[in-house]
């Protein structure tokens, strides 16, 4: 897998993905784009939802919808690496089984997260879910 990194002025960066795909950055506190710190919480979300979604569908539960909110803390020193991160999963479905949803987020960071296991050599990730109804 490759990709590019292109300065476009100030603190604005293009990432290019090998697919093509563009993303902006700004390390100036994400004024115009989230900033590389806030990608890598994206990315872990995107990763984690994309597991967690496909192992429900296999289950055969009625997922409607899932939506993953990251809370993540950075040490105050420099580099201003993360130390915790916590995934708050909220699935929406009808029928959808506690324990199905369960073993789904666990599959997803202990197995096949990529972005988490990377992750997990130093930041403590952290996670849990609800379960609503569909409105």
């Not at 563009?22 to 590389?36: E, H, R």
């Not at 089984?97 to 197995?111: F, G, P, T």
């Not at 997260?113 to 403590?124: E, H, I, Q, R, Y």
Request: with cysteine; net charge negative.
């Amino acid at each position: 897998m490759k990709a590019q990194v292109k300065w476009v002025g100030e603190e604005m960066f293009m990432g290019i993905s090998e697919s093509g795909h563009t993303v902006v950055m700004d390390a100036n506190a994400g004024k115009l784009g989230p900033s590389p710190m806030e990608n890598v919480l994206l990315s872990l979300g995107g990763c984690s939802s994309v597991d967690v979604v496909s192992i429900l569908q296999k289950a055969r539960q009625d997922v409607q919808d899932c939506v993953v909110e990251l809370d993540g803390t950075r040490v105050d020193t420099v580099p201003r690496l993360f130390s915790d991160i916590h995934l708050h999963f909220v699935i929406t479905g009808n029928d959808v089984s506690e324990k199905h949803v369960e073993r789904a987020v666990a599959l997803s960071a202990d197995k096949y997260c990529s972005v988490a296991l990377m992750l997990n050599k130093g930041v403590s990730i952290t996670h849990d879910f609800e379960i609503k109804k569909p409105a």
